[in-house]
């Protein structure tokens, strides 16, 4: 993968990159939304867990797709709250370190349940 990170534009306003070329022959991995849901089907409570839970599930699915946090390519995180990113911000790091893929931070009004404070999808190549 090549990351790009032109000069004609600011640099990145948090932990990541402008753009990444996948190079051809890459094995691609969608992950659908991952929410602060636990294996035995209870909602973990508030932001820090909801977000440490939603990223242990991609963790979990990525692994089975025989891939890893650095194989990430985009990130799309939906909050319900503004004040809930500085807590996803950090709970995020523990899983990226430094790893920095592109990314998309929406607020938004809610969703699937009103249980659910943060969803997490991505894209993974390989």
């Known amino acids: 993968m090549k990351i790009l990170s032109p000069k004609t534009v600011a640099a990145p306003g ?3 990159v402008h753009g990444m070329i996948i ?3 890459r094995t691609w991995l969608s992950v659908s939304g991952q929410v ?3 294996p035995d089907g209870s909602v973990a409570e508030g932001i820090v867990e909801q977000t440490r839970t939603a990223w242990t599930n991609l963790t979990e ?3 089975e797709g025989g ?10 995180s939906f909050l319900t709250s503004a004040d ?4 996803y911000g950090r709970t995020r790091a523990e899983f990226l370190g430094d790893f920095r893929p592109t990314s ?5 009004a809610g969703l699937a349940s009103p249980e659910f404070l943060v969803e997490v999808e991505v894209l993974a190549a390989r």
Not at 84 to 87: A, R, T, V, Y
Not at 104 to 108: D, E, K, N, R
């Open 14 to 16: 948090g932990p990541y």
């Open 36 to 38: 602060g849901t636990k």
């Open 23 to 25: 190079d051809p022959g």
């Open 104 to 108: 998309t931070l929406l607020v938004v």
């Open 84 to 87: 809930f990113i500085g807590d």
């Open 67 to 76: 891939m890893e946090i650095r194989d990430i390519v985009k990130v799309t």
């Open 61 to 63: 699915i990525l692994k």
